[in-house]
């Protein structure tokens, strides 16, 4: 019988206030070391959550015991001195503004990017080996080819170079099998909604045929209220003085937030980039006046701003081109976008095995976004993370079938085509006079325009006025020339508001 001498007992160490523990007796049990680029709302959100709950390996062992104890080392941000909405337990994070002291790290595992730069620049070390002016397309780049895995919440980066992103990791995994960098960014879109993941690996044996979303919170507030019987300037004002709108609201009430969101949307769902994101048609909610929630009421609807990403059906149903845009449209009331209120985001996928699927929750906020950022940390971390390309296949022809895909097809792939076909509604607010709905139907006969129905309210004063007009199904560039036609008539008092009508 053998015996042994204990070892004299290490000096106690006071816990640190997230209870970390800092001993692992097997390799398994080494904890993932994560950089920080950013330490915002959202910054602070994720590293509460990963250091109260995803550090203390004696929890994880009970709850999740694949999942590796994951902790926050570094933090990169532009001033060190900023007072922050979270504590900073300094014993185990390094607070810097050199960006190369995260990417030379070999320790740090996963970099985590939720800064507000979009491809802008960060606040680098001048002694710093990388440019002064570097970007968070250098700093994601640099970090994969580190073999560090990154993990963003950044809309702006993932639209722009996404293409650019994976080719890179892919060609990681082609050189070294054995690295397993991943690119995850599930907080990009939707914030606290999972349905970047849910296109990555819940579709797999599926065939898409639409999404669309309500994927800014922002305008959805806006609306709510102008339903309310707001005017737009006031809950204008009334969202930037909340912080859901920025002192430049145009990202959100022109729709180019959510432009950025339905082309990553559009990327996992039918596998093909869009060419040029500003080629997507984008109308925001501008033109929206309550008086449009008076005359959607009539129509049993509401009015959202989607962002759609849909097969058009040319010989079959849906085997034509992909038609991408974003633009207000009347809901029905029954629709499952028009349960969406207040900041809330809403997201519905048409495919050919589930048929509607929908997903809803809040679109933006601390620990929303910040609960995406972890999940995908966490995938990342116990080795779960999805796939580059979840539909790597190419279509064999544009009018073929869409169960027609082959792995090594030469064919076109998919058309492009954002001219989409769709019913509309119009609203012209005009000066009355004789004549005015006979020279409206006069342009859209013209314009090759089909009249469904003409709305009108009781007139209270002729000199402001307005009236609708539902179309049957056209072309959207039929109906902007037939509203830019109108818009040059001398009882219009400006260019008619267009919104879509969902059915």
């Known amino acids: 019988m053998s015996s042994s001498t204990p070892s004299s007992p290490a000096p106690a160490q006071a816990p640190s206030q997230h209870s970390y523990s800092h001993s692992h007796s097997h390799s398994n049990h ?3 070391h994560i950089g920080m680029f950013g330490a915002g709302t959202v910054g602070g959100g994720v590293y509460e959550i990963i250091m109260g709950r995803l550090g203390n390996h004696a929890s994880l062992s009970l709850t999740n015991p694949s999942l590796r104890p994951c902790i926050i080392t570094k933090i990169c941000v532009r001033d060190v001195d900023k007072p922050r909405t979270f504590t900073i337990d300094k014993d185990i994070t390094i607070v810097t503004t050199d960006a190369q002291c995260i990417l030379d790290d070999e320790e740090i595992d996963i970099v985590v990017e939720v800064t507000s730069s979009g491809v802008g620049t960060v606040t680098v070390n001048a002694n710093a080996n990388v440019n002064v002016n570097a970007n968070m397309r250098d700093i994601v780049l640099g970090s994969l080819k580190r073999g560090k895995s990154v993990v ?23 050189q070294n ?8 960014y599930e907080a990009a879109v939707c914030g606290g909604i999972p349905i970047i993941h849910s296109l990555q690996s819940c579709f797999s044996g599926d065939i898409i045929h639409e999404i669309m979303g309500i994927c800014n919170g922002t305008t959805n507030y806006m609306l709510g209220k102008m339903e309310e019987g707001a005017e737009y300037e006031e809950v204008l ?20 937030d959510v432009r950025a969101k339905i082309y990553i949307l559009a990327k996992l769902a039918f596998g093909i980039t869009v060419p040029d994101l500003s080629s997507i048609p984008c109308m925001g909610i501008t033109q929206i006046s309550n008086v449009d929630f008076e005359y959607a009421r009539l129509l049993g609807c509401t009015i959202k701003l989607v962002g759609t990403a849909e097969r058009l059906s040319e010989y079959g149903e849906y085997d034509g081109a992909l038609s991408v845009y974003v633009a207000p449209k009347v809901v029905p009331t029954s629709h499952l976008l028009a349960s969406a209120r207040g900041a809330g985001n809403a997201v519905a996928v048409k495919s050919a095995n589930l048929g509607i699927s929908s997903y809803t929750g809040m679109g933006a906020g601390r620990f929303p976004t910040a609960n995406s950022i972890v999940a995908d940390i966490c995938r990342i971390a116990s080795g779960t993370g999805a796939s580059v390309h979840p539909f790597p296949l190419t279509l064999t022809s544009t009018n073929s079938n869409s169960n027609s895909i082959g792995m090594d097809s030469p064919g076109p792939g998919i058309e492009i085509d954002c001219d989409y076909l769709a019913p509309f509604y119009i609203r012209v607010s005009f000066q009355d006079e ?4 006979r020279r409206v139907g006069e342009i859209a006969e013209r314009q090759g325009v089909g009249i469904s129905t003409i709305l009108q309210n009781p007139i209270k004063d002729r000199f402001m006025a307005d009236f609708v007009v539902t179309t049957e199904e056209c072309r959207v560039s039929q109906v902007k020339a037939m509203c830019e036609d109108i818009g040059t008539q001398d009882f219009a008092h400006c260019h008619p508001s267009i919104t879509k009508i969902e059915g």
């Open 30 to 32: 080494k904890p993932i």
């Open 152 to 174: 963003t919440a950044n809309k702006a980066l993932v639209a722009e170079c996404l293409d650019e992103i994976n080719d890179t990791v892919r060609e990681i995994h082609q």
């Open 177 to 184: 099998h054995q690295c397993n960098v991943r690119f995850a």
């Open 237 to 256: 004002n009334e969202a930037q003085a909340l912080g859901y709108a920025e002192a430049d609201p145009s990202a959100d009430v022109e729709g180019y």
């Open 434 to 437: 004789l004549g005015i709905i």
